[in-house]
């Protein structure tokens, strides 16, 4: 079936600009996380939505940083006023449920590049 | 979550067996230790996971110690395709967010 998938692939901006990121988790998964890699780390926590609720946003950098998951499946990372440390992959993951034995299914992310 | 310890990179040859470690000295009895690896220019993706006895699934085998305190993820024959970071994560009853650290990168010499 088909696997999580992330738009746009890549997306460069100027600093100050306002963005958006896209995930579409599998079909059926309840819960879905948004994650931030940059070059050489391991991903970052951001966000964790369990349904259409943000059950956990303290990995939010600051209020610049805003998701929604309006309908609880398709999310969207929105990133105001854009600074050139905004530069990482952003990545999404969903899971069947948010219990600790269930995978994470990741998408591709998205190279955001901000100049 | 518990933090893990794991070297910054290993090398193989191709068609070779691989153990990669992982220390997680300050683990708790909830704690499950799951392996995820990154592939070149790819999200993560799941490998295996354990709680107390040793795991084994079509990827690979998590071999766990008695007292827990370490973990290693084997491959039993190393492919080119298996070039990537591998994570060691513990996850402890009821969480939910995975902490990674910066795992191993694994090299595989053909």
């Known amino acids: 079936g088909a696997g999580v998938s992330q738009t746009p692939s890549n997306k460069v901006t100027e600093k100050g600009k306002y963005v958006e990121l896209r995930c579409d988790p599998i079909?059926?998964?309840?819960?879905l996380y948004w994650y931030r890699q940059s070059l050489g780390q391991g991903p970052e926590f951001l966000i964790y939505?369990?349904?259409?609720?943000?059950?956990?946003d303290s990995g939010l950098p600051n209020d610049r940083f805003f998701a929604v998951r309006p309908e609880g499946s398709v999310s969207t990372l929105k990133i105001q006023r854009t600074e050139r440390g905004d530069s990482a992959v952003y990545l999404c993951?969903?899971?069947?449920?948010?219990?600790?034995?269930?995978?994470?299914?990741f998408g591709p992310g998205t190279r955001l590049t901000v100049l | 979550d518990a933090k893990t310890t794991q070297p910054n990179s290993m090398e193989s040859n191709e068609e070779e067996p691989v153990h990669l470690p992982c220390n997680h000295s300050t683990i708790s009895g909830t704690d499950y230790i799951h392996w995820y690896r990154q592939l070149p220019s790819q999200g993560p993706e799941y490998v295996i996971h354990g709680l107390t006895s040793n795991v084994n699934n079509r990827m690979a085998s998590l071999a766990i110690a008695e007292d827990r305190k370490s973990s290693t993820l084997i491959l039993h024959r190393a492919t080119l395709r298996d070039a990537a970071v591998y994570y060691c994560?513990?996850?402890?009853?009821?969480?939910?967010?995975?902490?990674f650290g910066r795992g191993t990168s694994l090299i595989v010499h053909p």
């Open positions: 994560i513990l996850r402890s009853g009821g969480s939910y967010i995975p902490t």
């Open positions: 993951a969903s899971s069947y449920s948010s219990g600790d034995y269930n995978e994470q299914f």
């Open positions: 079909s059926g998964h309840t819960a």
């Open positions: 939505f369990q349904g259409t609720g943000a059950a956990d």
